[in-house]
């Protein structure tokens, strides 16, 4: 065997190789941005939302943490959630100065059409624990809301910043109160605050999903079978 023959060889299973790992490494990206999009991003089909807004809206939180990453980077703890367009601004900055800068920063990005700046002014940004405990009640809180009678819980945003429980949605009146109550009967739960976009009670009878359960379905009767005379020979 030829030395070029052997090189060659040597040269085919390495370059399967770095063609197999630039591949991989392509798809992980993409898997990446799809897990990504499927828990970030997910849609409800049941959200009173349009799926034009649902889509805005996720939007409008990726740019948000952008932006105030890119501006303001750790000297910050600001969290943006938004529903419907209207932006809920929740977490620490070290003074009025820099609050209303945050706004400033989210007020500027396309289609948010309204803030509601609930970030607190700290000398110290919350700890890893206290935002553990957050997203506990959060769990906590949207159990509550499922388990809680004329209601639907696919109507609610449950945001909670230092044991306040902002609720965001497009609900009406009766609504909006029976989720307060619910929620504020959570443990850990010190506060809750209301940021809804109320619609009328007409306007929720539209979203009451249709109930199929009883729908049964009848079977058409069996045609009955022909037969032809059978005719004996002569």
């Known amino acids: 065997m030829s030395n ?7 040269i085919r299973p390495l370059l399967a190789l770095t063609m197999g790992v630039s591949v991989l490494t392509g798809l992980s990206g993409c898997i990446a941005v799809l897990a990504g999009g499927a828990v970030g991003g997910a849609m409800s089909v049941s959200d009173r939302r349009t799926f034009g807004s649902q889509t805005e809206d996720a939007a409008i939180e990726l740019k948000g943490a952008n932006r105030i990453n890119g501006v303001f980077g750790d000297a910050v703890h600001v969290d943006v959630n938004s529903y419907n367009r209207k932006v809920l601004l929740t977490g620490e900055v070290k003074d009025e100065a820099t609050k209303a800068r945050v706004e ?3 007020k500027a990005i396309e289609n948010v059409q309204s803030v509601v700046n609930e970030i607190q002014v700290s000398l110290f940004l919350s700890s890893f624990s206290s935002r553990s405990s957050d997203a506990y009640i959060s769990t906590k809180a949207r159990t ?7 209601i639907y819980s696919s109507s609610f945003k449950v945001v909670t910043e230092a044991g306040v429980v902002y609720l965001m949605g497009r609900v009406s009146q009766r609504e909006g109160t029976t989720a307060a109550d619910a929620v504020r009967g959570v443990s850990g739960v010190q506060k809750v605050v209301k940021v809804f976009e109320y619609i009328d009670e007409a306007e929720v009878k539209n979203y009451v999903p249709k109930d ?5 379905v009848t079977e058409p009767a069996p045609t009955p079978a022909t037969t032809s005379p059978v005719t004996s020979p002569n």
């Open 4 to 10: 070029s023959t052997l090189a060659v060889r040597l």
């Open 104 to 106: 400033n920063e989210i």
């Open 144 to 150: 509550a809301l499922v388990s809680t009678a004329d």
């Open 212 to 216: 199929t359960s009883a729908t049964t």
